[in-house]
T-cell receptor
Framework: DQQVKQNSPSLSVQEGRISILNCDYTNSMFDYFLWYKKYPAEGPTFLIS?????DKNEDGRFTVFLNKSAKHLSLHIVPSQPGDSAVYFCAASARSSASKIIFGSGTRLSIRP | NAGVTQTPKFRVLKTGQSMTLLCAQD?????MYWYRQDPGMGLRLIHY???????AKGEVPDGYNVSRLKKQNFLLGLESAAPSQTSVYFC??????????????FGQGTRLTVV
C-alpha cells in the first residue's frame, strides 16, 4: 500500500513554461513534506519542503503547494529550464515517526526546447 | 567537501555470496539511513540509525543487517545475496530525524546486481 503516490511517471514541458508535478498521500499523520531532485548516476538532492501548518512555500523558481483536505501537494517550477530535467521524488514524514521518510515512486521531468 | 561517500559504486554478486556496503559522512550528522531504489517503487528505507551504536528497521529490512560502530560510518551487510536484492542502494545522513524539518544528504549510490 503506497502511502505517497506520484501517478505520473513522466512529464514533458516546453522550456520557459510552467512544470507542475503532483503528489498524493494517504496517511493523515504526515505533517512534513519534501521534494527531492535526482539526476542519473547521482544521489537525490533536497529541493524544497513544506510543513503542514502552511499551504505554500516558495524558493526562487520553485513553489510547493499543500492541500491538506485533499491530501495533495504539488511542485511548480516556473519558468522551466533545461537543467530541470531530472526525476523528482515527493516524500512525507510524520512527527510521530521521526526518521522515517516515505518516498513516492518519482516523476521523470523532461524539458524540451 | 565530500559529504556522503558510498563504497563501492558497482558490484556484481553471485546468489548466496555476502558483501558489505560502506557509507561514510563527514558532516558530523547523528542520523544515517540506507535506502534501496527500484523501478516504479521510489526509495524504500531499509535500516536507519539515530546515533552511534544504534540501529533500527525501516520498511524493507529483511535480508539486510547494519552496524554503526562509529558516528561517521554506517555499514549495510547482505549475508546471503538473492536476485531480489538487485537494486541501487543509497545512503543518506541528516542532522536530526527527517521528520523534524531537516533535509537528508544522499550519497551517489551503489548499483548492485545479484546473478
Amino acid at each position: 500500500d503506497q502511502q505517497v503516490k506520484q501517478n505520473s511517471p513522466s512529464l514533458s514541458v516546453q522550456e520557459g513554461r510552467i512544470s507542475i508535478l503532483n503528489c498524493d498521500y494517504t496517511n493523515s499523520m504526515f505533517d512534513y513534506f519534501l521534494w527531492y531532485k535526482k539526476y542519473p548516476a547521482e544521489g537525490p538532492t533536497f529541493l524544497i519542503s513544506i510543513s503542514s501548518i502552511k499551504d505554500k512555500n516558495e524558493d526562487g523558481r520553485f513553489t510547493v503547494f499543500l492541500n491538506k483536505s485533499a491530501k495533495h501537494l504539488s511542485l511548480h517550477i516556473v519558468p522551466s529550464q533545461p537543467g530541470d530535467s531530472a526525476v523528482y521524488f515527493c516524500a512525507a514524514s510524520a512527527r510521530s515517526s521521526a526518521s522515517k521518510i516515505i518516498f513516492g515512486s518519482g516523476t521523470r521531468l523532461s524539458i524540451r526546447p | 567537501n565530500a559529504g556522503v561517500t558510498q563504497t563501492p559504486k558497482f558490484r556484481v554478486l553471485k546468489t548466496g555470496q555476502s558483501m558489505t556496503l560502506l557509507c561514510a559522512q563527514d558532516m558530523n550528522h547523528e542520523y544515517m539511513y540506507w535506502y534501496r531504489q527500484d523501478p516504479g517503487m521510489g526509495l524504500r528505507l531499509i535500516h536507519y540509525s539515530v546515533g552511534e551504536g544504534t540501529t533500527a528497521k525501516g520498511e524493507v529490512p529483511d535480508g539486510y543487517n547494519v552496524s554503526r560502530l562509529k558516528k561517521q560510518n554506517f555499514l549495510l551487510g547482505l549475508e546471503s545475496a538473492a536476485p531480489s536484492q538487485t537494486s541501487v542502494y543509497f545512503c543518506a545522513s541528516s542532522n536530526t530525524g527527517q521528520g523534524a524539518n531537516t533535509e537528508a544528504f544522499f550519497g551517489q549510490g551503489t548499483r548492485l546486481t545479484v546473478v
